[in-house]
């Protein structure tokens, strides 16, 4: 089994997002029994706080399944829980090298790196523009489980 954590700062906009889009695609993959996903934010400051609405429209409008929940933090102790942790933007990305002491074994990912876009998903928070979060996290997505299939042998 192989473990996922999708990361932004408040785990209300992006990372719920990118977490359901991609339990979604390995559903549609028969993966869900090889894959385990969780999200979490890299801040306390959303913690217990609900979806933020503009992630929950852009996941009807796409027909995506998601379940309520509330907002959750990383701590320490969730660097050996597990093997991926995959960071909408930069900040995300050194917020996460400093709570898990650089990184030993490699774990952070930035979500567009995977694809040839290469760069931040921008934080709706700010943007207000969830439609651009939710096409930009589709493509990362996409490119994040052909990367795994590769990667994992599925
Ligand atoms: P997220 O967006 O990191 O995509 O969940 C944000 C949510 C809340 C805040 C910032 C970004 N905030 O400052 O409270």
Redesign the pocket.
Known sequence: MIRICFV????????PMAEFIFKNLIEQEGLENKIFIESK?TSD??FGNPIHHGTIKELKKHHIPYQNRTAKYLKKEDYHKFDYFIG?DSFNCQSMKQLFSDDPELKIFRLLDFSPLKKDIA???YTNNFSLTYEEIEIGCKYLLEYLIKKENF
């Open positions: 932004c700062l408040g785990n209300i906009c992006r990372s934010g400051e959303e909408m934080d709706p928070w």
